[in-house]
């Protein structure tokens, strides 16, 4: 059974920078697509940042320049660098795992950009 875990949010200042992990276990396949969603309150969920098993990775305009995606697709590991942090920012960030047609989420970790 595949699990997705992030770990790595918390309250960080305005400016600062935060790193999150994801590892996705449960199987010896390599996930076609692995990616950083956030859903901020009274908003809908949005892409943040992801990247395919090719090494191809698109970001969302908000976060381009700031954020940045890496993965160890070996053993299903995804970083997401965050730096010059907004209060903006401020979400629960979750990561997504595709396996074909098959989407696993974790369970998510709260981000919090604030004074």
């Known amino acids: 059974q595949v699990q997705v875990v992030e770990s790595g949010g918390g309250l960080v200042q305005p400016g600062g920078s935060l790193r999150l992990s994801c590892v996705a276990s449960?199987?010896?396949?390599?996930?076609?697509?692995m990616g950083w969603y956030r859903q901020a309150p009274g908003k809908e969920r949005e892409l943040v940042a992801g990247?395919?098993?090719?090494?191809?990775?698109n970001y969302a305009d908000s976060v381009k320049g700031r954020f940045v995606i890496s993965r160890d697709i070996d053993k299903n590991k995804m970083y997401l660098q965050m730096n010059s942090l907004k209060p903006d920012d401020t979400a629960v960030y979750y990561c997504?795992?595709?396996?074909?047609?098959?989407?696993?989420w974790g369970k998510g970790n709260l981000v919090t950009v604030s004074s």
């Open positions: 997504k795992a595709r396996l074909v047609t098959a989407n696993y």
């Open positions: 990247g395919t098993r090719d090494g191809s990775t």
């Open positions: 449960g199987t010896i396949l390599r996930f076609d697509f």
